[in-house]
């Protein structure tokens, strides 16, 4: 009897993995413990995937919080990266300010971002107390011929507003 030979073609049935992006909270306090992005594939794949993230809105990268990349190691369906919160000396609590997370890139395993934009929202609220001011004079006393004295208003802490200071008297 002769040996036969088959020749047998396995086709891949799955869809490329797709990324989705979330967030463990969408508010956090400038001077707050960290959140946590993770990037979600709809399904493992051969080899890691780097999800890269870019911040925008009235918040600030590197200045207003930190962030990195996100990469899904091969053969499992998410990643995460922490979101860090970061205090600064500036009174700001009239208006909290926005950092909007999207992808701006995959790459690996043949994933693509879901044909859904990725963006979150987080909204960093101010942690600073609101300044007082205190008033120091240059001289206790003056005379009645003229003398000049300096008086001083200090804030506590910077304001992202002016502050006015009322004399009367």
Do not use: K, R, W
Not at 95 to 105: F, Q, Y
Not at 134 to 159: K, P
Request: hydrophobic residues 35%; glycine residues 8%; charged residues 15%.
């Amino acid at each position: 009897s002769t040996a036969q030979q088959v020749s047998i073609t396995i086709a891949d049935n799955d869809s490329a993995p797709t990324v989705t992006l979330a967030t463990s909270s969408t508010s956090a306090t400038e001077d707050g413990n960290d959140l946590t992005l993770t990037g979600t594939l709809s399904i493992a794949t051969y080899e890691d995937v780097s999800i890269t993230l870019e911040g925008s809105g009235t918040a600030t990268d590197d200045t207003d919080y930190a962030m990195g990349n996100i990469t899904v190691s091969a053969g499992i369906t998410s990643g995460t990266t922490a979101f860090n919160p970061t205090p600064d000396d500036l009174f700001d609590a009239a208006s909290s300010e926005t950092a909007t997370i999207d992808i701006t890139n995959v790459s690996g395993g043949g994933a693509t971002e879901n044909s859904t934009p990725q963006q979150i929202s987080i909204t960093l609220a101010d942690s600073d107390s609101s300044p007082t001011v205190t008033i120091a004079s240059s001289a206790s006393s003056v005379s009645e011929d003229g003398s000049n004295l300096t008086i001083t208003a200090t804030a506590s802490v910077a304001s992202y507003a002016d502050i006015s200071v009322v004399i009367d008297g």
